[in-house]
């Protein structure tokens, strides 16, 4: 019904800067709160942010804090995630989620594919 797909990963030096963004097809993604979670092998997924339908209200997980900004355009039917100062801990594949507002994953209905930020020297 909702299809997600995350574009924006890279390789990139500690204290560096990325952007990904989450484009929607099927329905408006106005209709879902979203988020962004992230993995990296062996691990279970982890919470990053999470976003309200309207964009009026944001949360984060204490390890990004400060650091990474959710946020989302309506009209371009997009969620992007702006992440800042990254460190090499950081690294992992990245999820953008639909569904609900909050940190938990099994409450969201909609996954992306996913894709792959690297933090490195």
């Known amino acids: 019904q909702v299809e997600l797909v995350e574009s924006g990963g890279g390789t990139v030096l500690p204290g560096g800067s990325l952007r990904l963004s989450c484009v929607a097809s099927?329905?408006?993604?106005?209709?879902?709160?979203a988020g962004w979670f992230r993995q990296v092998p062996g691990k279970e997924r982890e919470f990053v942010a999470t976003?309200?339908?309207?964009?009026?209200?944001?949360d984060y997980a204490d390890s990004v804090k400060g650091r990474f900004t959710i946020s989302r355009d309506h009209a371009q039917n997009r969620v992007d995630l702006q992440m800042n100062n990254l460190k090499p801990e950081d690294t992992a594949v990245y999820y953008c989620?639909?569904?609900?507002?909050?940190?938990?994953?099994?409450?969201?209905?909609?996954w992306g594919q996913g894709t792959q930020v690297t933090v490195s020297a």
């Open positions: 989620a639909a569904g609900i507002y909050g940190p938990f994953e099994r409450g969201y209905k909609y």
């Open positions: 099927g329905r408006p993604f106005s209709d879902y709160p």
């Open positions: 976003i309200t339908s309207s964009g009026r209200s944001r």
